[in-house]
């Protein structure tokens, strides 16, 4: 994994969630959550190499798979340009590993696209923890003596869907476990699945 990436996506996100203090939408007494809540569904695979190494192209794909449910609920937005959301996960890993992985993490998106009136597109920026119930195996072929049920997690995601669609949407994610460099007991490397799905709002 990219110390740059590491260091940059995290700090990011806290500068966006900052700067949504003086822009923040004002709650209103009773106001709807029914635009503001989402379930995303997704599959992926894993990849071998760091999550630098584009997946296909710098790094190839492993036969390590999962199926992830993530139901998240926005919580602030700066103006119309981006919104903060809390997000939690649960994946079933299978074939290559078999356990269950559970995250919870806080989101950025950047939602202002020039591109939104013929397809609307948000990139999304996510930090949190992940625990998995068992270590999992790619991640011990890659440090065998450097593993931990409990890791960091990063995700990036992509969306996208026709502009008229308020409810239903294509994602693409990298969703990614890793040990940010010792900080969690030591663990220097993680694991890396790319997968796509969809997200309904209700």
């Given amino acids: 994994m990219s110390r740059l990436t590491t260091s940059i996506a995290p700090l990011g996100l806290a500068i ?21 809540f989402a379930v995303s569904v997704y599959g992926a695979i894993g990849t071998d190499g760091g999550i630098e190494d584009v997946p296909g192209l710098d790094a190839d794909f492993n036969s390590a798979y999962m199926v992830a449910v993530a139901p998240s609920l926005e919580f602030a937005r700066w103006r119309d340009l ?43 920026i996510g930090e949190g923890v992940s625990y998995a119930t068992e270590i999992p195996e790619i991640e011990r072929e890659r440090s065998p003596n450097e593993t931990d049920h409990i890791l960091n997690y990063l995700m990036l995601e992509l969306e996208l869907a026709p502009p008229d669609e308020e409810r239903w949407s294509f994602i693409a994610r990298i969703h990614h476990r890793s040990g940010v460099f010792g900080l969690f007991d030591g663990v220097s490397r993680g694991s890396n699945f790319l997968g796509a799905g969809v997200k309904v709002r209700f």
């Fill in 16 to 36: 966006l969630v900052a700067s949504a203090g003086d822009g923040a939408r004002a709650e209103e007494p009773g106001l709807d959550l029914s635009d503001r």
């Fill in 82 to 124: 981006a919104a903060f959301e809390v997000e939690g996960q649960v994946a079933q890993h299978f074939n290559k590993q078999d356990h269950t992985e559970f995250n919870a993490l806080v989101v950025g998106r950047w939602l202002k696209f020039p591109w939104n009136e013929t397809v609307r597109t948000s990139f999304a």
